[in-house]
């Protein structure tokens, strides 16, 4: 019933989520003519919950990609063993997970087997405590930190549904891809990379864009440049959001190859995204300066 309401009601909004999110049991309740936003309820009954314990909410994206030959039924295999114990490890006590976590200053959520840095420790800190929204707010008020304001239309949102941004999302998703292709195919490693203040202001700025904040984007980037920023490095930190970036052009005829039809559809969606994202920081690194 949920499928043919969304494709019914929504067909467009629909088909334009990530497949992780189209899997899940969901209810689209509107969209964004304006955006492209989409509003939904998802977390709908037990079942996506316990197919998540063993690395199995993910089911029809898996067997879509086996058959695509993007995955090997050995790699879907291991998923299971591995599912549960990030379960497990994301299950434990705050009070042992967020200080084993900020020591190693590595994050297991969602995957153990593959930990994300932890860029800002009080953010980190927020989230395993449930106090993102508030400590965001106000770090947004007091450090000039981007993101959603207290009363902000997001946040109000999120008491009542989830958003999903699809151009941003198919960005993300492909990002995702690009990764499993460089790993699976290519066979390279990646172990993240290194944070610096410059790095750190530059970021802020890409989320403050990504907030539609061009004035607090222009700021951050007036502080990359006082951290002894250049110009240079701040185009090659826009190339590099380019979802193929770090890719030969030989690597990228064969990532596109090796695509399904619709991962192609999401592809040009990302690059909708990267195009839309760098044109605004180069029009905010032109503000930078002038406040």
Same mark, same amino acid.
């Given at each position: 019933?949920?499928?043919?309401?969304?494709?019914?009601?929504?067909?467009?909004?629909?088909?334009?989520?990530?497949? =992780?999110?189209?899997?899940?049991?969901?209810?689209?309740?509107?969209?964004?003519?304006?955006?492209?936003?989409?509003?939904?309820?998802?977390?709908?009954?037990?079942?996506?919950?316990?197919?998540?314990?063993?690395?199995?909410?993910?089911?029809?994206?898996?067997?879509?990609?086996?058959?695509?030959?993007?995955?090997?039924?050995?790699?879907?295999?291991?998923?299971?063993?591995?599912?549960?114990?990030?379960?497990?490890?994301?299950?434990?006590?705050?009070?042992?997970?967020?200080?084993?976590?900020?020591?190693?200053?590595?994050?297991?959520?969602?995957?153990?087997?593959?930990?994300?840095?932890?860029?800002?420790?009080?953010?980190?800190?927020?989230?395993?405590?449930?106090?993102?929204?508030?400590?965001?707010?106000?770090?947004?008020?007091?450090?000039?930190?981007?993101?959603?304001?207290?009363?902000?239309?997001?946040?109000?949102?999120?008491?009542?549904?989830?958003?999903?941004?699809?151009?941003?999302?198919?960005?993300?998703?492909?990002?995702?891809?690009?990764?499993?292709?460089?790993?699976?195919?290519?066979?390279?490693?990646?172990?993240?990379?290194?944070?610096?203040?410059?790095?750190?202001?530059?970021?802020?700025?890409?989320?403050?864009?990504?907030?539609? =904040?061009?004035?607090?984007?222009?700021?951050?980037?007036?502080?990359?440049?006082?951290?002894?920023?250049?110009?240079?490095?701040?185009?090659?930190?826009?190339?590099?959001?380019?979802?193929?970036?770090?890719?030969?052009?030989?690597?990228?005829?064969?990532?596109?190859?090796?695509?399904?039809?619709?991962?192609?559809?999401?592809?040009?969606?990302?690059?909708?995204?990267?195009?839309?994202?760098?044109?605004?920081?180069?029009?905010?690194?032109?503000?930078?300066?002038?406040?």
């Amino acid at each position: 019933m949920m499928y043919l309401y969304n494709n019914m009601l929504h067909h467009d909004e629909e088909q334009s989520l990530p497949p =992780d999110l189209q899997n899940r049991p969901h209810v689209i309740t509107e969209s964004d003519p304006t955006t492209g936003d989409v509003f939904y309820f998802d977390r709908i009954g037990a079942l996506p919950d316990f197919l998540e314990n063993f690395g199995l909410d993910q089911f029809a994206t898996d067997l879509r990609q086996i058959w695509n030959g993007q995955k090997t039924w050995a790699e879907f295999l291991t998923q299971i063993p591995k599912g549960i114990i990030s379960t497990g490890w994301n299950s434990l006590s705050p009070l042992i997970k967020i200080p084993a976590e900020g020591l190693l200053g590595r994050t297991g959520f969602p995957d153990v087997f593959k930990p994300r840095q932890i860029r800002d420790i009080i953010d980190y800190l927020a989230s395993g405590l449930a106090l993102k929204w508030s400590v965001s707010a106000i770090r947004s008020l007091a450090e000039d930190k981007p993101g959603p304001g207290f009363w902000s239309i997001d946040h109000l949102r999120d008491f009542g549904s989830y958003t999903a941004r699809p151009k941003l999302e198919a960005y993300y998703y492909i990002l995702d891809l690009k990764r499993q292709f460089q790993e699976g195919v290519l066979g390279k490693t990646f172990d993240g990379f290194a944070s610096t203040k410059r790095g750190k202001a530059l970021g802020y700025a890409k989320t403050a864009m990504r907030y539609g =904040d061009m004035k607090k984007a222009s700021r951050w980037i007036d502080r990359y440049y006082e951290l002894d920023g250049t110009w240079q490095g701040f185009k090659t930190s826009v190339r590099n959001l380019d979802p193929l970036a770090g890719l030969t052009k030989e690597e990228q005829a064969d990532f596109e190859d090796w695509l399904s039809p619709q991962d192609k559809k999401y592809l040009d969606m990302a690059y909708d995204y990267y195009d839309d994202m760098s044109d605004k920081l180069y029009d905010a690194e032109a503000l930078a300066g002038t406040d």
